[in-house]
């Protein structure tokens, strides 16, 4: 199993400019959900899907940040205009089933996103 | 105030140590609790799961929760070099989708130095 993927690993943009990050789940997983990470919030949930459709997105900061999963094997975040205070780790996880006590969360490697 | 709490640490302990890593939470409603660990510069993978008050070991590893107190542990006996990462500990809630919505701690780092 390869795993979740998410692409890329690195990116540096500048303010305003669009950016798109993408993740594929594992296959079979049911839900997939997106995290940020900064040193001074910690792990921080976004939105979550399960099968496809988003269940919870109130952890989204603002109109700027947008998700998607058009199949159950890609998802994108998308924050348009970019600002500095983005910059963090942003971690995909997909897991069997978010209805099911105790499945667990696989997390990919994360994109690490910094906006000058 | 955040919902779970725990110490960033640092952690810095001798190899063969035992270490003890806690956390509090605040709301009642959290009914499952997990310890995920993270080395540098990949993501978290759990390490532990339980839902009842008690212990619960996977080898060197103990889980600890007392829902009367709020209070989370993870004790990691015979620490090796290879321990040192991040510890976050997690909650989420029980029924409908809210198993998978997990609230962190702010994570613990853990250095084990031969």
């Not at chain 1, 943009?13 to 990050?21: K, R």
């Not at chain 1, 600002?83 to 690490?112: I, K, M, Q, W």
């Not at chain 2, 003890?20 to 540098?40: D, E, I, P, V």
């Amino acid at each position: 199993d390869a795993g979740v993927i998410q692409s890329p690993r690195h990116e540096v943009t500048e303010m305003g400019q669009e950016v798109t990050l993408r993740c594929k789940p594992i296959s079979g997983h049911n839900s997939l959900f997106w995290y940020r990470q900064t040193m001074m919030r910690g792990l921080e949930l976004l939105i979550y899907f399960n099968n496809n459709v988003p269940i919870d997105d109130s952890g989204m900061p603002e109109d700027r940040f947008s998700a998607k999963m058009p199949n159950a094997s890609f998802s994108t975040l998308k924050i348009q205009p970019s600002e500095p205070r983005d910059s963090a780790v942003y971690f995909c996880a997909s897991s069997r089933a978010v209805t099911v006590a105790g499945s667990p969360l696989h997390f990919g490697n994360g994109t690490r996103l910094t906006v000058t | 105030q955040k919902e779970v709490e725990q110490d960033p640490g640092p952690l810095s302990v001798p190899e063969g140590a035992i270490v003890s890593l806690n956390c509090t939470y605040s709301n009642s409603a959290f009914q499952y609790f997990m310890w995920y660990r993270q080395y540098s510069r990949k993501g978290p993978e759990l390490l532990m799961y339980t839902y009842s008050s008690g212990n619960k070991e996977d080898g060197r590893f103990t889980a600890q929760v007392d829902k009367s107190s709020k209070y989370i542990s993870l004790f990691i006996r015979d620490s090796q070099p290879s321990d040192s990462a991040t510890y976050l500990c997690a909650t989420s809630r029980a029924g409908g989708t809210s198993y998978g919505k997990l609230t962190f701690g702010q994570g613990t780092i853990l250095t084990v130095h031969p």
